[in-house]
């Protein structure tokens, strides 16, 4: 019965254009389309497009001649031949040993690219989001219906919703075939690319890993309680980037000629904590008075209460 839905699915006239999937194109009108292409899973295929959901808010420095401030410029040279090499006279090698290369044409690396980039995106298999460790997870992209995919797309976050599973696929993206998820946030489709198991450093190789023993029960349930008074609901918008916004007001105070005083950061007073177990019950104390001082009511509100 299903593979007989998805027969019916597969005939969707490409040219229907709804005023939902009107108001969708307008939407991602707004941001940049880095890449098009089609979505597949079983017979139902949905042309889409891709647009990055995170952007970088890093503040980048120019580098100056301190003398002149002028900026610095780099050149490519040959340290062989001792001169500068324009850009068609560069080309691309794997360096397979010290200084032994496979030197790999542009024409073969477009070729290669093309034949990657032209397939469909086909989701191989459902699995639970749960399933995959946060490790994995690199970065993510908004998909939105492309011209005749409003009522597929629907389709697929309305299926993806009820089961609560998410789909795991491959997809080509900067010259690189990247393993990807593709689920729900909120109401739109994101993909989510994701690393290969061999990319993922092993465990093992870490060092000086403890093992799970010694822990003593008094320290674990202190521990414990100190996680459970500092447990709260994830809002996202009350984490901010401080080091980012101290820097855009210094430079903002430049510009305008201000005399500049760099901020003295105040010193926190030692703790004296002489073990474990001590720490751990002063960050208790300190957790309970911050509760305490959240919790307790203004002197407004005492007033409206006694009314």
Known sequence: MFRSFLHTLAFFPDKIQTKRENYFQKGADLMHTMWKG???FGLVNIPVKMHAATENKDIRLRQLHKKCQSPIKYKKTCPVCDEEVKDEDIVKAYEYAKD?????????????????TDKAVEIIDFVQLEDIDPIYFEKSYYLSPNEGGSKAYQLLRSALDDTGKIG????????????????????TLVVETIHYPDEVRAVSDVPNIPEESGVVKKELDTAKLLIDQLTTTFEPDKYTDDYRTALLELIEEKKSGETVTAPTPEKTAPDNVTNLMDALQASLDKANKTNATKKKPTKKATKKVAK
């Open 38 to 40: 089609t979505i597949s």
């Open 100 to 116: 032994k290369f496979v030197v790999l044409d542009e024409e073969e690396l477009k070729a290669l690219k093309k034949e990657q």
């Open 168 to 187: 795991v696929a491959k997809i080509m993206i900067r010259s690189k075939e990247q393993l990807a998820v593709i689920r729900i946030y909120e109401n």
